[in-house]
């Protein structure tokens, strides 16, 4: 019993049918011999086939659909086959030859098996339900180009598509995926569909324009093995420098040139990964003329290629080189290694086989009818079974029709070497694998991959060349994101990339280096003792504390002279006590800042300055009480005599340290850090916590201090004899001075700067104290000590009361 397939491929005629195309024709035989001598695979039923050339004509494409249904080509609508009748037909035809022969199919429901490209379009119009697509999806083909441009770090690449639904839908998904990696396409152009080629008179496709000159790598995306004249072109134009990536429907047959150096050499090919299939070579190097003497097309190579003769009776071949093969062929003649559409051939073949076992298995599981089985069909019934039918091939490939099943394709990258011209070898360089993790789905070899002519190493393919270290990228306006120009980094910003697209800020711990590449660590610093600054102060402050004790020790020693006993003497000593504390809390600004010193910074400074402030004002109310009372009540000379200005002093201190213990209770001073002070360093200083604290602890001494100058400034007409008054008024007129000076330049100062201002301030202001008020009776008891007698005392009071 025999059963027919018909293979419909294209091809302009039967003797001018593409090497490639017979391949398909081969592997079509190959499949259907090797079927028929399968044990397994329909026993006792042999497979037969016809073969149509399809001709990019839309009237010859319907005639061989019409001698496919009836054998002839008079009456439509009538088979006047008796015997053979085609069960399935498998197609390698485009979209646009589909939907001429796609309705008329239809109507008899008859199977199409298509070995081409896979078609989301076929899979889901409604005037092809009775077609099947063996290839597999090739979603992942996009991918697969958009990684071997990030690895090769292409970003500006030329696009050449196929005129179409397929181009156009390829065309949509490269872009997106090109836009998500920053690729931009530097230009598109379109190539006509096989059937435009072939009908109409087409102007060449200009490769060298100026737009395509500047970009290096191009993508070729074909829908079809058939006629074009892309190949054609770009092989008269000479175009050797650049690098083609194109899909597996390119075919190098039409790319053959007469230059020494062709035009295609290192193309890289994306070919859907399969096995190879035994025996395959085998059968090609074994047919030929003699033992297919029906196919015509095979015996017009032979005399083509092995230098035959023909018979002057029987037109047969004679004198052919002996054991002639195709396997003998150079690659450029014919190519044994089965190609993409060839091994969908091989599986359409199969897919049919299989799905015809399987409905004349379940035939024969039927019931007898008349003592005989009912083996008769229509190709029709075939179907159910195209439709469900998943198996394995020879090769171990999975084969399966159902286009929610399929996966999509993992693709191997075949470089193609044709130098010399002739060549025509792929070689495989790497494999794309969508299935696999993300970094690792493209593997390849770069040390076998061979380049363009004239190309010694991985070219370059960009808009802009790229930012380097320290610079951003910045869009140039009205052009492609690929096409920018490099501006450097901002302050303490960096780009540690190539190609960034924004610079990154360095932390507050960090800055930026000068090349702007990297970020470095700030140096800590602080007003420490080593600096110049801090050993300038510290030298300060330990002079003026050991003058301050001199002076100390110097009354002490004259405690009983007139003019130390003069204003109280024990005053004169709480002063410079605490004129000693105030030098010496200027120390506890020094130094790498921790908890402690900070709280004590602040509250010594408030309470030490306080009693100074308060001792001073205490004094001022004694040189008053001691020479404006004259006449002084009872009361008035009680408070004298008792001391009880010398109160004031504990009373200050105690609403100064409320004060200070409120601020410590609240939100007390802490170590605090700035970073942006200085470039390079992180300056540790510490934070004065309430700021409202701070300064009511300041306003409060700056308003003792106020009050004292006041009283002092009433008092200064006095007589002078061992008074104090104007000196006092003096002092705190220094004292005052200083501290209204502090403010505006402390707001003004930052980091270091400000705590040696505040240093200052306080060094300052005791010095003035202690300069204003003691230095003048330091001088008499040192250099005129004759002016501290008691008796010239008298006398100059004496005179003063005398005075008119």
């Avoid at 015809?356 to 009818?369: E, G, S």
């Avoid at 106020?706 to 008092?715: N, R």
């Amino acid at each position: 019993m025999g059963e027919g397939l018909t293979h419909v491929g294209p091809g302009p005629g039967l003797v001018l049918l593409l090497s490639s195309n017979y391949q398909h024709f081969l592997a079509f035989v190959f499949a259907i011999e090797e079927i028929n001598k399968s044990p397994h695979l329909l026993p006792n039923i042999s497979l037969g086939y016809e073969f149509h050339n399809l001709l990019f004509s839309r009237r010859r494409t319907l005639e061989s659909s019409l001698i496919l249904l009836s054998g002839q080509d008079e009456i439509p609508n009538y088979s006047c086959r008796r015997e053979n009748k085609s069960i399935a037909m498998l197609t390698g035809i485009s979209w646009a030859t589909a939907t001429q022969i796609g309705s008329l199919l239809e109507l008899y429901k008859f199977p199409q098996v298509s070995f081409g490209s896979f078609d989301h379009m076929m899979s889901e119009h409604v005037n092809f339900h009775s077609l099947y697509q063996v290839a597999p999806k090739d979603a992942s083909l996009v991918l697969g180009m958009v990684s071997l441009m990030l690895h090769f770090s292409w970003s500006w690449v030329g696009l050449i598509i196929i005129e179409g639904h397929k181009g156009l839908q390829f065309l949509s998904d490269l872009r997106a995926e090109m836009d998500k990696k920053s690729i931009c396409a530097a230009f598109v152009k379109f190539i006509p569909t096989p059937l435009v080629s072939y009908t109409s008179n087409l102007q060449p496709l200009d490769i060298l324009t100026r737009e395509t000159s500047l970009v290096n790598v191009v993508i070729i995306y074909y829908d079809t093995a058939g006629l074009n004249e892309v190949n054609y072109n770009i092989g008269q134009q000479f175009v050797t420098w650049r690098v083609w990536v194109t899909n597996a429907q390119w075919q190098p047959d039409m790319a053959g040139t007469k230059f020494i150096l062709d035009s295609f050499h290192g193309t890289f090919i994306f070919s859907s990964h399969h096995e190879e299939i035994c025996g395959f070579k085998n059968f090609v190097q074994a047919a030929n003329p003699f033992k297919y003497p029906e196919d015509t097309y095979l015996t017009m190579y032979w005399y083509n290629h092995f230098h035959c003769s023909f018979s002057d009776t029987d037109c047969a071949l004679k004198n052919c080189t002996s054991n002639a093969s195709l396997a003998w062929l150079p690659l450029n003649h014919f190519d044994p290694a089965m190609n993409d559409a060839s091994y969908n051939i091989y599986n359409a073949v199969y897919a049919v086989a299989h799905a015809l076992h399987d409905m004349l298995l379940q035939q024969a599981q039927r019931p007898v009818v008349e003592s005989k089985r009912v083996m008769a069909f229509s190709a029709w019934q075939l179907h159910p079974f195209l439709k469900n039918i998943q198996f394995n091939n020879p090769a171990g490939d999975q084969v399966n029709l159902d286009n929610r099943k399929k996966l999509n394709s993992v693709y191997d990258i075949l470089n193609f070497w044709n130098f010399p011209e002739g060549l025509r070898l792929k070689v495989n360089v790497g494999i794309f694998s969508p299935s696999a993790p993300l970094n690792q789905q493209l593997s390849l070899s770069d040390d076998v991959i061979e380049w363009a002519p004239w190309i010694t190493q991985s070219p370059s393919s960009v808009c802009s060349e790229s930012c380097n270290l320290g610079f951003r990228k910045s869009p140039q306006e009205g052009k492609p994101t690929c096409c920018f120009v490099c501006i450097p980094c901002p302050e303490n910003e960096i780009a540690n990339n190539t190609d960034m697209e924004q610079c990154v800020k360095c932390p507050d711990n960090q800055y930026a280096n000068t090349q702007k590449s990297h970020c470095l660590q700030k140096a800590v610093t602080f007003l420490a003792y080593e600096d110049p600054l801090g050993q300038a102060l510290t030298g300060m402050a330990v002079i003026l504390t050991v003058l301050t004790s001199a002076v100390l020790g110097l009354f002490v020693k004259y405690r009983d002279t007139p003019i130390v006993r003069a204003n109280n003497r024990g005053l004169s000593y709480t002063l410079l006590i605490s004129l000693t504390c105030c030098f010496l809390c200027s120390l506890l600004f020094i130094g790498r800042p921790n908890t402690a010193t900070c709280i004590l910074q602040q509250t010594t400074f408030g309470v030490v300055f306080t009693v100074a402030v308060s001792t001073v004002l205490a004094k001022t109310i004694t040189v008053v009480l001691a020479f404006k009372v004259t006449s002084p009540g009872r009361r008035m000379r009680q408070w004298l005599v008792s001391g009880a200005p010398n109160f004031i002093i504990p009373i200050c201190s105690l609403i100064q340290l409320t004060l200070c213990g409120i601020w410590m209770g609240t939100n007390p001073p802490y170590i605090d850090t700035e970073a942006h002070t200085k470039h390079g360093h992180i300056i540790i200083v510490c934070n004065k916590g309430s700021l409202t604290a701070f300064y009511c602890v300041l306003g409060y001494l700056g308003s003792l201090a106020l009050v004292s100058f006041s009283v002092a400034f009433l008092a200064r007409n006095l007589p002078d004899t061992f008074n104090e008054a104007k000196f006092l008024t003096f002092s705190m007129l220094v004292f005052c001075s200083v501290w209204v000076t502090f403010l505006p330049v402390y707001h003004s100062s930052k980091g270091k700067v400000m705590v040696a201002m505040e240093i200052f301030s306080i060094l300052a202001s005791s010095a003035g104290l202690l300069g204003c008020i003691f230095v003048p009776k330091c001088y008499i008891i040192l250099l005129r000590p004759e002016r501290t007698s008691l008796q010239e005392f008298r006398d100059k009071t004496h005179l003063v009361r005398k005075r008119p």
